[in-house]
């Protein structure tokens, strides 16, 4: 199974996903800003700007 500890997902398999997800909102955003504030989760003290990137 694809995301399996067996067949990991790669960074460019999860990007196309949350891409595509994001194609199917109503609302059309740039999701390149959500996609560095989810690479970059562990680093931050505060997650309201991630909060504010996915409403």
């Known amino acids: 199974m ?3 500890l067996a067949r ?3 960074e460019a398999q999860i ?6 997800l994001a194609a ?4 059309r955003r740039p999701v390149q800003p ?3 504030a989810l690479w970059h989760l562990e680093e931050s003290s ?8 996915v409403r």
């Open 34 to 36: 959500l996609i560095d």
């Open 24 to 27: 199917t909102g109503t609302q």
């Open 46 to 53: 505060d997650v309201s700007e991630l909060m504010r990137l």
């Open 15 to 20: 990007e196309t996903k949350v891409r595509d």
């Open 8 to 10: 990991p997902t790669t």
């Open 2 to 4: 694809l995301g399996s």
